[in-house]
């Protein structure tokens, strides 16, 4: 498309919490700017001081809610439905693409308000979602006014469908390929004298399975008395190392969150990156990103990562749930430096796809499909638009 759009992208979760979906809108967005695209975002903020991405507007402070086996911070009411319409009269958008509008959140309220070329993205992967129940009779209706539907993966587009019997497009999440894959300093083998493995994440969450690879990082110790493990990512590292053994602490050192720049540096100093989520993924960005950089990937044997590793292809995979399993393939892969650069290879060779080069092109061809026979996006009257979605 040779035209310049006017983007208006909604993001549901608070913007200043690190997560998968606010990654994708902030790449997606400043790769759309890049190519001479007009964005603008709306995301619930908690700290309107911190916001440093220009294309950025604040919907509010969002409010902790149970979600999906995590806490989610989302946005939803009378004076947030208020700014999302003062929003959208505002930015003359040829297309507006609202993430997760399946739950209550700004999405949603977006999605109430709009008329148009509307862009709905899917990223959750649960049968069941409670958040549903209190606003259903609303979801669905509203899932309906949507020109197009994407899902980031397989297991997505099974939920979108089993929930509001739709059918959406599979468009996983994009990475920034070239920035992950060019500077590593040595071979991921290199330095086994002294192994160093990693993890990054929310680590206090359960689900993402931290506390399953501390207690494999036990045994992996007794073959590796070197072995080092770097955590990256938010949490209260003392209230984790607490509940750890001072053989096993020892070994642990913790980065907290990091920029762009530092996480490229942590995955390009890893033997071999470790993925214990015992679920509530839909897609395994972090895999993508690691292989990207040319770090072997170790994985739970859940569906979203068995999608990306190709069902062991591009990188090795454990028993989920299974601290046993987890450590016999990691002393596995350490002793074996040939199979570490063939894994590392591999993965450079599979991140290719998920580069935002070609996201971003598939998510552009969903946005011309949506334009097609309609005006732009404009602000429906309150009643119109209730007497649509009820």
């Given at each position: 498309?040779?035209?310049?759009?006017r983007?208006?992208?909604?993001?549901?979760?608070?913007?200043?919490?690190?997560?998968?979906?606010?990654?994708?809108?902030?790449?997606?967005?400043?790769?759309?700017?890049?190519?001479?695209?007009?964005?603008?975002?709306i995301?619930?903020?908690?700290?309107?001081?911190?916001?440093?991405?220009?294309?950025?507007?604040?919907a509010?402070?969002?409010?902790?809610?149970?979600?999906?086996?995590?806490?989610?911070?989302?946005?939803?009411?009378?004076i947030?439905s208020?700014?999302?319409?003062?929003?959208?009269?505002?930015?003359?958008?040829?297309?507006?693409?609202?993430?997760?509008?399946?739950?209550p959140?700004?999405?949603?309220?977006?999605?109430?308000?709009a008329?148009?070329?509307?862009?709905?993205?899917?990223?959750?992967?649960?049968?069941?979602?409670?958040?549903?129940?209190?606003?259903?009779?609303l979801?669905?209706?509203?899932?309906e006014?949507?020109?197009?539907?994407?899902a980031?993966?397989?297991?997505?587009?099974?939920?979108?469908?089993?929930?509001?019997g739709?059918?959406?497009?599979?468009?996983?999440?994009?990475?920034?390929?070239?920035?992950?894959?060019?500077?590593?300093?040595?071979?991921?083998?290199?330095?086994?004298?002294?192994?160093?493995?990693?993890?990054?994440?929310?680590?206090?969450?359960?689900?993402?399975?931290l506390?399953?690879?501390?207690?494999?990082?036990?045994?992996?110790?007794?073959?590796?008395?070197?072995?080092?493990?770097?955590?990256?990512?938010?949490?209260?590292?003392?209230?984790?190392?607490?509940?750890?053994?001072?053989?096993?602490?020892s070994?642990v050192?913790?980065?907290g969150?990091l920029?762009?720049?530092?996480?490229?540096?942590?995955?390009?100093?890893?033997?071999?990156?470790?993925?214990?989520?015992?679920?509530?993924?839909?897609?395994?960005?972090?895999?993508?990103?690691?292989?990207?950089?040319?770090?072997?990937?170790?994985?739970?044997?859940?569906?979203?990562?068995?999608?990306?590793?190709?069902?062991?292809?591009?990188?090795?995979?454990?028993?989920?749930?299974?601290?046993?399993?987890?450590?016999?393939?990691?002393?596995?892969?350490?002793?074996?430096p040939?199979?570490?650069?063939?894994?590392?290879?591999?993965?450079?060779?599979?991140?290719?796809?998920?580069?935002?080069?070609?996201?971003?092109?598939?998510?552009?061809?969903?946005?011309?499909?949506?334009?097609?026979?309609?005006?732009?996006?404009?602000?429906?009257?309150e009643?119109?638009?209730?007497?649509?979605?009820?």
């Amino acid at each position: 498309m040779s035209k310049k759009l006017r983007i208006g992208m909604v993001c549901p979760y608070g913007w200043d919490i690190p997560g998968g979906v606010q990654s994708h809108i902030r790449e997606l967005a400043n790769h759309f700017v890049n190519q001479g695209h007009y964005v603008s975002v709306i995301a619930p903020v908690s700290d309107e001081d911190s916001v440093k991405d220009s294309w950025l507007i604040s919907a509010g402070r969002p409010i902790p809610i149970p979600f999906n086996g995590s806490v989610a911070r989302v946005l939803f009411g009378p004076i947030a439905s208020a700014r999302v319409r003062t929003w959208i009269s505002n930015g003359d958008f040829d297309v507006l693409h609202m993430h997760e509008p399946g739950i209550p959140s700004v999405s949603l309220l977006a999605c109430f308000a709009a008329e148009g070329p509307l862009v709905g993205t899917f990223h959750a992967s649960t049968p069941r979602l409670r958040a549903i129940a209190a606003v259903g009779p609303l979801i669905e209706p509203m899932i309906e006014k949507l020109s197009a539907r994407i899902a980031v993966s397989e297991m997505a587009h099974d939920t979108l469908k089993n929930l509001y019997g739709t059918e959406a497009v599979v468009i996983p999440n994009g990475i920034d390929y070239a920035k992950l894959s060019v500077g590593r300093i040595s071979n991921a083998s290199e330095h086994l004298d002294r192994p160093t493995i990693g993890f990054l994440g929310r680590f206090e969450e359960d689900r993402k399975g931290l506390p399953l690879l501390l207690e494999a990082l036990a045994i992996v110790i007794q073959s590796f008395p070197d072995v080092e493990l770097i955590v990256a990512g938010p949490g209260d590292s003392q209230r984790v190392m607490n509940k750890v053994d001072s053989s096993v602490s020892s070994h642990v050192k913790f980065l907290g969150r990091l920029s762009d720049d530092e996480k490229v540096s942590f995955f390009h100093n890893l033997n071999a990156y470790i993925a214990p989520n015992t679920g509530g993924e839909s897609f395994g960005i972090i895999l993508a990103e690691s292989m990207a950089s040319g770090t072997p990937v170790i994985a739970s044997d859940i569906h979203a990562f068995k999608a990306v590793l190709e069902g062991g292809k591009n990188g090795i995979h454990f028993e989920s749930d299974n601290a046993q399993d987890l450590a016999k393939k990691i002393i596995e892969l350490l002793r074996a430096p040939v199979r570490i650069d063939e894994f590392a290879e591999k993965g450079l060779s599979a991140a290719r796809a998920y580069d935002w080069n070609n996201i971003a092109s598939a998510i552009m061809s969903v946005y011309e499909m949506a334009l097609v026979g309609n005006n732009k996006v404009s602000v429906g009257t309150e009643n119109a638009t209730w007497k649509r979605g009820r």
